[in-house]
């Protein structure tokens, strides 16, 4: 799937990181080449998304406090994406765990669960 692909019809933006150290080792170890981040026109953001297959994409939130996800922007991008696996990365969480965000399931770990 190409980032045009990704963006869709709905025109949102799906740009390649500028900042590679962020993304070393992103969830399932996948290269920076399939790691971009989404926004849509109405500046919903995704932190990244990781293209997985041709029509799967999962989407990382990193938050300091991981109860502190916004839910508006992965319901918007999981309208259009439906299929994919949600992660939060806080570099506070020790244990990772899974809790439910509204319609989504959300695994929670820490940076040192990326590797």
Known sequence: MSPEA???????????????LAVRRPP????AERVFYWRSISHREVDFVIRRGRDRVDLVECKINPDQVERTA????????PEGDNYVVSPGVKQPYRVRRGDHVMQVCGTADLG
């Open 6 to 20: 990704l963006a869709g019809p709905h025109r949102a933006r799906v740009v390649p990181p500028v900042d590679r």
């Open 74 to 81: 992965i319901d918007a991008f999981r309208v259009r994406y």
């Open 28 to 31: 399932g170890g996948f290269g």
